[in-house]
């Protein structure tokens, strides 16, 4: 069965620049979610969205963005990267609100 | 605001020995829970949760509502097991996950 798939795998930046992160959810799943996980972190969950449109947000900061597309995928936009975000990314995707929460292999990132 | 609590960050069994992984959680709401297993920093991999009531990999886990309590039981730990579980709550408009701090089971042999 098809899964989350999120790209790239693996990112490494410097500090200062900007990186993408893309979530494709599993095929007739209208919500994404994306979560942070630092090293040693549990995950913690940063936005949301429902058919479009944001529908919940964590502990997202003002440097991200994210958005989910007409053909519902996702993307997740980082600018002025600080030593902090390196992370491992996850995105994760519902049918609807409420059902079960499917998670993709997550990206990692590394900003140096 | 919803919190989860994992008081373990590791736990060591040996194999064919009961393990429990606790977890306590603080909600106003009516709760949903779920466990998650994570090898070896692969996906979260969903596990179990409160409202199937069933049994995966001979894991299972009971709501007690009493004690906000929804801890993971198996009665002989297998090696497989060992990995990092997380216990997580769902709540929020969007009904997202919170996650508690994990615990890393390790089953020797």
């Known amino acids: 069965a098809a899964g989350v798939i999120q790209s790239p795998r693996h990112l490494i930046k410097e500090k200062r620049e900007t990186a993408t992160l893309k979530c494709y959810p599993i095929?007739?799943?209208?919500?994404v979610y994306w979560y942070q996980q630092g090293p040693g972190q549990d995950p913690q969950f940063l936005i949301s969205?429902?058919?479009?449109?944001q529908s919940d947000k964590g502990s997202i900061p003002d440097r991200f963005s994210a958005q989910q597309f007409s053909d519902y995928h996702s993307e997740l936009n980082m600018s002025s990267l600080e030593l902090g975000d390196s992370a491992l990314y996850f995105c994760?995707?519902?049918w609807g609100v409420g059902n079960t929460i499917y998670f993709g292999e997550g990206s990692w990132l590394t900003v140096v | 605001a919803q919190r989860v609590t994992q008081p373990e960050k590791l736990l060591s069994v040996f194999k064919g020995a009961p393990v429990e992984l606790k977890c306590n959680y603080s909600?106003?709401?009516?709760?949903?829970l779920f466990w998650y297993v994570q090898y070896s920093r692969q996906r979260l991999q969903l596990l179990l949760r409160?409202?199937s009531r069933e049994s995966i990999k001979g894991f299972t886990a009971d709501l007690n509502k009493g004690e906000t309590s929804f801890h993971l039981k198996k009665p002989f730990a297998q090696e497989e097991d060992s990995a990092m579980y997380y216990c997580?709550?769902?709540?929020?408009?969007?009904?997202?996950?919170?996650f508690g701090s994990g615990t890393q089971l390790t089953v020797l042999p």
């Open positions: 994760a995707s519902s």
């Open positions: 909600y106003s709401g009516s709760p949903e």
């Open positions: 409160h409202i």
């Open positions: 997580a709550l769902r709540s929020g408009s969007a009904r997202q996950l919170t």
């Open positions: 095929p007739r799943h209208d919500t």
């Open positions: 969205f429902y058919e479009k449109m």
